[in-house]
């Protein structure tokens, strides 16, 4: 349980002008929806991704990395990892468990296999989007476990966007389908808290000093 009384003194160190956007931004988060990624070569690329998730309120980003094993770019990011909760896995197999166990049904994006145009989705199951690596996509374990295909439609020659760009026209339009629903979507009370303490940890300098002295004086 979240200790309401340090959280709300932790919060008279913010400006104000940030306590507001903590709070209106906690009420955009989500964790109906998350993403994965598939050992992704380009490091910009997984960077671009951690940030549109962040820009459409996603909570949090799965990045597996069997082959390429690399810190994320905080120069493309621009300090979103910071605010998103990034899960590491060095198995397909063990993130796909995880997945699963949340209770997400994975959705393989490849423009491939014509099962789900993006128009069409279901926005109202909990669902983590796999996006593959640049040249050759989703892994067969990805594909093979895969409940739903999800195809953006395009019109061109080009067979296929950069990951990035297409996780950012994913998520604008299930997060902006999502909200005209009527499914609980945003994060639990008891989740807002945590990720408001979260915020305030990686934002306030000398933290611990300052919890120190908050639990001292009680």
């Given at each position: 349980m979240i200790d309401i009384s340090l959280l709300e003194h932790l919060e008279t160190y913010l400006t104000e002008n940030r306590l507001e956007r903590f709070h209106n931004v906690?009420?955009?988060?989500?964790?109906?929806?998350?993403?994965?990624?598939?050992?992704?070569?380009?490091?910009?690329?997984?960077?671009?991704?951690?940030?549109?998730?962040?820009?459409?309120g996603i909570q949090e980003v799965n990045v597996v990395e069997e082959r390429n094993s690399k810190r994320i770019d905080s120069e493309i990011a621009m300090g979103a990892q910071k605010w998103v909760d990034v899960n590491r896995y060095h198995s397909m197999k063990d993130c796909m468990n995880s997945i699963r166990e949340e209770g997400y049904q994975i959705v393989a994006t490849t423009p491939h296999t014509n099962?789900?145009?993006?128009?069409?989705?279901?926005?109202?199951k909990k669902s983590c989007?796999?996006?593959?690596?640049?040249?050759?996509?989703?892994?067969?374990?990805?594909?093979?476990e895969a409940d739903v295909f999800l195809k953006i439609p395009m019109s061109g020659f080009t067979e296929s966007l950069n990951i990035s760009v297409s996780a950012a026209i994913i998520l604008?339009?299930?997060?902006?389908?999502?909200?005209?629903?009527a499914i609980d979507w945003r994060l639990t009370e008891e989740e807002q808290l945590?990720?408001?303490?979260?915020?305030?940890?990686?934002t306030i300098k000398s933290y611990g000093d300052i919890i120190a002295r908050f639990y001292e004086q009680r």
């Open positions: 906690i009420k955009q988060r989500t964790k109906h929806f998350t993403v994965a990624t598939e050992d992704v070569f380009q490091l910009h690329n997984t960077s671009a991704v951690i940030r549109s998730c962040d820009v459409f099962d789900c145009m993006l128009h069409e989705f279901d926005v109202t989007f796999f996006f593959g690596r640049e040249t050759e996509g989703l892994s067969q374990d990805v594909l093979e604008q339009h299930v997060t902006t389908k999502l909200k005209h629903t945590e990720k408001r303490l979260d915020w305030c940890k990686k």
